[in-house]
């Protein structure tokens, strides 16, 4: 077969496969536009874990709908003031609480009847409880 032929073979079904997305759909890429890391180590200093949650529903990205979501969500219970962070693009929220306060549940309940008012729901990422270990790549 000739290499022209081939190329054209190979670019005619790129045309009719489904995107490839990689920003913002994997878990990894949710916490990351959400990750603080001056937040986290105040929160983790003070042995209260950072609670990692994918936002579901209809979300108009625009600095109006950041506010307003931060506005309700800020003041969750048990949740700490000043460390929610939110990502319309990645539909993406991380808050630090207290687990003595309140459960990681109770927090999530909290959240998700603040967050009902604009028809969104909470998907649980992850928590984090202590500091990542990064381990060095042995040769």
Do not use: W
Not at 51 to 56: E, L, M, V
Not at 61 to 88: C, Q, T, Y
């Amino acid at each position: 077969m000739k290499p022209a032929a081939v190329t054209l073979g190979i670019m005619l079904a790129a045309l009719h496969a489904p995107p490839a997305f990689a920003c913002g759909y994997c878990v990894e890429d949710k916490i990351a536009s959400v990750y603080d890391h001056a937040v986290i180590t105040r929160a983790l200093d003070a042995r209260h874990q950072i609670a990692f949650f994918g936002i579901d529903g209809a979300i108009v990205v625009d600095a109006k709908a950041v506010r307003e979501l931060e506005a309700l969500a800020s003041n969750a219970e048990g949740a700490d003031k000043g460390s929610l962070r939110i990502s319309l693009d990645s539909a993406a929220l991380a808050v630090a609480f207290d687990p003595r306060r309140t459960s990681f549940s109770g927090l999530q309940k909290s959240l998700e009847k603040k967050l009902a008012a604009k028809h969104l729901s909470l998907l649980p990422l992850r928590v984090m409880d202590a500091p990542a270990t990064i381990k060095v790549a042995a040769p």
